[in-house]
């Protein structure tokens, strides 16, 4: 078993409204290891980047880590604050944003950014800080990068960005990137060469990846194992080829099926009736019971199940002969 880099455990996060308290994640658990991409997926409201957010401390007020633990390589993480979290963030910890344009300071020139965060967190000169730039840039794929080094970022493509981000991510030497819907604003074809490019060097530095995403085909495409959330909690967790092929959760199942394939055959894809529940309105028991084909009194009762590697949070998960998308 690889070192494990990040380790969440019955992590919750509140926000205090007029209404009452509402808990966009709910009892999380998972691990990451050394060389791995965890893939965090689910419908918009799952709560996926709200978590990917209180890891690295990027909640905005009032929301706030309410209770559980947060390990980073060992160290817990989670009640960290002010300058202590931020010696983690870029040294310890990158992060991928899902519009490049909004994660780079327009004012400043590629190569200043990249050198900036580099001496931040190492003991480099700027000779050395700028060498590394141009390999830094060189290594994500950037053509003619000792003279891209001196552009702006409105001079480059929305891929190219995209590489420029996951270089500043990982200029720094990072154990863990957390990428935020990272190929979302792309087109598909620019969408394979940026998930390239991460799984390659995530591979090579031994980084490990949370990659939160909406998208099943980067998850069956990019990740080793997928996290299924729904109304802020684990519905299933498991190794990719399982959860995608072999779904335990009706809900997994229901997303796997609503997914177009192309050699399927069918006029009208599968749809999952009725909608996420509303933070300050989510079922007792499953949360997804209201939704589900195979709820019965036990599922509507708390406390709802809990995930564990490799299998689901369901009273009545799916069996093999069921399994058939």
């Known amino acids: 078993m690889s070192k494990t880099v990040l380790s969440i455990r019955d992590f919750c996060v509140e926000i205090p409204t007029r209404h009452g308290i509402v ?5 999380v658990s998972y691990d990451i290891h050394e060389g791995e991409i965890l893939g965090v997926v689910g419908e918009s409201g799952a709560g996926k980047s709200m978590a990917g957010n209180a890891v690295i401390d990027l909640l905005s007020p ?5 209770s559980g633990e947060i390990w980073l390589n060992g160290q817990r993480i ?13 040294k310890e910890i990158g992060m991928v944003f899902q519009d490049p344009l909004t994660s780079l300071n327009p004012l400043l020139r590629i190569g200043d950014q990249l050198v900036e965060t580099m001496q931040t967190h190492l003991n480099l000169s700027d000779s050395q800080a700028r060498k590394r730039a141009v390999a830094a840039l060189e290594e994500v794929g950037i053509p003619g990068a000792a003279e891209r ?8 493509s ?23 819907e990272p190929t979302t604003a792309l087109d598909v074809s620019v969408q394979a060469q940026i998930i390239a490019l991460l799984k390659r060097l995530c591979r090579e530095r031994g980084t490990a990846v949370m990659l939160i995403t909406h998208d099943m085909g980067v998850i069956a495409e990019a990740t080793d194992r997928v996290a299924v959330m729904y ?35 069918k006029d009208r894809l599968h749809q999952i009736p009725g909608a996420m529940p ?3 309105a989510v079922p007792d028991g499953c ?9 019965t009194e036990v599922c509507r009762r708390p406390p709802p199940p809990k995930v564990e590697n490799g299998l689901a949070a369901c009273w009545h998960p799916l069996v093999e002969e069921e399994k058939v998308l």
């Open 149 to 156: 080094v001196n552009s702006y970022p409105h001079e480059f």
């Open 78 to 90: 989670d009640q960290l604050k002010g300058e202590a979290m931020r010696k983690l963030r870029g």
């Open 278 to 280: 509303r933070l300050d």
């Open 158 to 180: 929305g891929g190219m960005r995209q590489r420029v981000v996951i270089a500043l991510a990982l200029c720094a030497e990072p154990s863990l990137i957390i990428a935020d």
């Open 23 to 27: 808990r966009p994640v709910d009892g």
């Open 231 to 265: 109304a802020g909690r684990l519905a299933e967790l498991g190794p990719v080829e399982q959860v995608l092929t072999r779904p335990q959760h009706p809900y997994t199942h229901g997303l796997m099926a609503s997914t177009p394939l192309a050699s399927a055959g």
């Open 287 to 295: 949360a997804f019971h209201p939704r589900c084909p195979r709820a």
């Open 62 to 66: 009032p929301a706030h880590v309410a």
